[in-house]
């Protein structure tokens, strides 16, 4: 059985209607795997590498690990920290967290010890959940951290350490008697200076309004969704784990994305739906066509990418390749901005969609003054009169994102004359030579079109004269040698759809782009080995 009211129960979920669908309810008080535990107990809800769960077994554990916790001293309000691969132990850390009024950060696990430390002592963790496998990183993160008093780890041991299972194993498994509803804090990037948490005070009533909401038509019980990213980064934390569950879909998580291995798990296991960013589009599009004719696709019913702006040609191949099921999304762990879908964006390439209402965007100077529209500025999202996030115990940076009532993520963009947002690149990616702004993004979509081309990055890089000149960092395709000439070719070929002070006036080669986790070129850390080099 399914909660066939909980359409229209968010509506009745606002202003002073107090009814909520049973579903809602359940969101209130963090217990939506509870819910459908008892709907659909025997469907799948995690397939990874690191074990499998029904809802069922997922609602018990979470069950399970709330009274260990709370039998070791952590409360509501307490903040508990995550280090953790994409295994059952973190969707049942989140559901446990959820139904226990905790404050759960995950952290990036290819963070030093002493970077994860920070972390969990900024959080004020008073928990740490940590699998095995990372356990040097989890013993450095609570070495000068004692107010994090309870240890567990996951999968194996960790000296100092509680096993996670045999905490687990021997505490009760019915629904707790009183759940309160928690959340999540995750850290920012840190691009400049240390990260810091995006913190939100509790919103029960919006939580209960999304939990009737369905914007990606998932089926309970039947559809599954690909989780293609690590689950502690805001995007597939909250589009490829919270939204299927929330919805009683499972999900497949990837241990580590492989573009041949997204097309394979889709044709096992039937995929529906998934998550990704622009860098795996352009992946999977480069494998051979004999690969792809591999698989069969035909389940797949919605791709939703976001987290960086995606070339035009990119994703009018994926769409010419998979159908108009691709939609994408403009957010960040701070708040969410505008979405489209395929048809909308195959009349507007380029756009992330109509700004609705229209003052929930705005075009600004550095300053926040509006600018005209079709004018490259600052982008700036209206924040909501409920849940406005603040940088944990940072003033200084809360008040520097924040222009008003609105926030600016670095985004740099315009909005046309019908209100549709097109975004240019990020301010940290700028490059000024001789006092002309120059969006790296414009150059890598020119690039990535030339059949020798497998990836991209172009940066500043310094110029006594002009302050910086344009490069770009080429990764080839296979079987594409790396020569004088092809650099020369590259060169020509963005002059043919380039304005000439836009093109690289170098291109190097690389064997393999860094990367973050997530798929994403790691420019910054391009653009620093340029700068110690000159």
């Not at 008093?149 to 096993?163: C, H, K, T, Y």
């Not at 096992?268 to 696709?297: G, I």
């Not at 940076?397 to 926030?407: L, V």
């Not at 004359?417 to 993004?441: E, K, M, Q, W």
């Amino acid at each position: 059985m399914t909660d066939t009211r909980a359409q229209g129960g968010a509506a009745a979920a606002g202003g002073d209607a107090p009814e909520l669908t049973p579903r809602q309810e359940a969101a209130m008080k963090g217990m939506i795997p509870a819910y459908w535990a008892k709907e659909q107990p025997d469907k799948t809800a995690i397939i990874s590498g690191g074990g499998d769960r029904t809802f069922a077994e997922l609602n018990s554990n979470a069950n399970r690990l709330v009274r260990a916790l709370r039998r070791r001293g952590v409360q509501a309000g307490d903040s508990v920290a995550l280090i953790c691969g994409n295994v059952p132990a973190f969707p049942e850390t989140v559901a446990a967290c959820q139904r226990a009024g905790l404050r759960l950060t995950p952290i990036n696990w290819h963070l030093t010890g002493d970077e994860a430390a920070y972390i969990v002592g900024d959080c004020e963790a008073k928990a740490l959940i940590a699998e095995a496998p990372l356990a040097e990183m989890a013993s450095g993160a609570v070495r000068d951290v004692p107010t994090c008093i309870v240890r567990l780890a996951v999968g194996g041991p960790i000296e100092g350490f509680e096993s996670y299972e045999e905490s687990l194993a021997t505490e009760a498994d019915d629904d707790i008697e009183d759940p309160s509803l928690g959340g999540t804090m995750l850290y920012t990037s840190g691009t400049t200076g240390r990260p810091k948490g995006v913190h939100r005070p509790a919103a029960t009533r919006i939580t209960a309004v999304m939990a009737g909401l369905n914007p990606y038509g998932y089926k309970p019980g039947e559809d599954m969704h690909l989780c293609t990213g690590p689950l502690y980064h805001a995007a597939p934390l909250a589009f490829s784990l919270s939204s299927p569950l929330s919805n009683g879909v499972g999900v497949v998580l990837m241990g580590a994305w492989d573009a041949e291995e997204t097309l394979r798990l889709i044709a096992e296991h039937r995929v529906t739906h998934t998550h990704m960013v622009p860098t795996m589009f352009h992946r999977l599009l480069s494998l051979p066509e004999d690969v792809r004719a591999k698989y069969d696709l035909s389940s797949l019913r919605h791709v939703l990418h976001g987290a960086a702006p995606c070339p035009v040609p990119v994703k009018k191949a994926l769409i010419d390749w998979l159908g108009p099921i691709v939609f994408e999304y403009y957010a960040a762990t701070e708040g969410a901005g505008t979405s489209v879908d395929s048809a909308t964006w195959l009349e507007r390439p380029g756009t992330v969609g109509k700004v609705n209402p229209p003052d929930h965007v705005k075009i600004g100077d550095d300053e926040g003054n509006p600018l005209p529209t079709n004018e490259v500025g600052l982008v700036f999202l209206k924040a909501p009169d409920a849940g406005r996030f603040q940088y944990y115990k940072d003033e200084d940076k809360t008040s520097s994102a924040y222009r008003g009532n609105y926030f600016t993520l670095g985004d740099v963009g315009y909005v046309d004359d019908d209100g549709y947002l097109y975004l240019t690149d990020r301010t940290a990616n700028l490059i000024i030579s001789g006092g002309v702004n120059i969006y790296p993004a414009e150059v890598d979509a020119v690039l990535l079109t030339h059949p020798a081309v497998g990836d991209v990055a172009t940066i500043g890089v310094p110029n006594d004269e002009w302050g910086e000149e344009v490069k770009a960092v080429v990764e080839l395709k296979e079987g594409v040698e790396p020569t004088p000439e092809l650099a020369t070719e590259l060169v020509e070929f963005c002059r043919q759809k380039l304005a000439r002070f836009k093109c690289p006036r170098s291109v190097d080669f690389i064997d393999t782009l860094p990367r973050q986790d997530n798929g994403k070129i790691y420019k910054r850390l391009l653009r620093d080995r340029y700068r110690t080099g000159s």
